[in-house]
């Protein structure tokens, strides 16, 4: 399954046109190398995401191409860092 609709299907990111925005920021990582929105995600994948004020990591547990309830979780959060935001003090 490509990245874009993995993160769209799992809930990670609400919708495929801000996940592929992300990855093609170069925010989004697959096993610590920079990945395409169209890269392909299979199970044991480790997936980072550096968003503005936090940066996520999980492990892919489970692929499916629709959301269905008795689907299991479809990833493991490995870590889930709040970072802060650096401010520019006027000179």
Known sequence: MR???????S???KRRTVAKDLADDDRVFINDKKAKPSA????GDII???FEHRHIKMEVTF???????????????ISDVKVERTVKEPS
């Open 11 to 13: 809930r990670i990111i």
């Open 48 to 50: 980072e995401i550096k």
């Open 3 to 9: 990245l874009d609709k993995y993160l769209k299907v």
């Open 63 to 77: 692929v499916a191409e629709k959301i269905m309830r008795s689907n299991p979780p479809m990833y493991e959060l």
């Open 40 to 43: 392909e995600i299979k199970i």
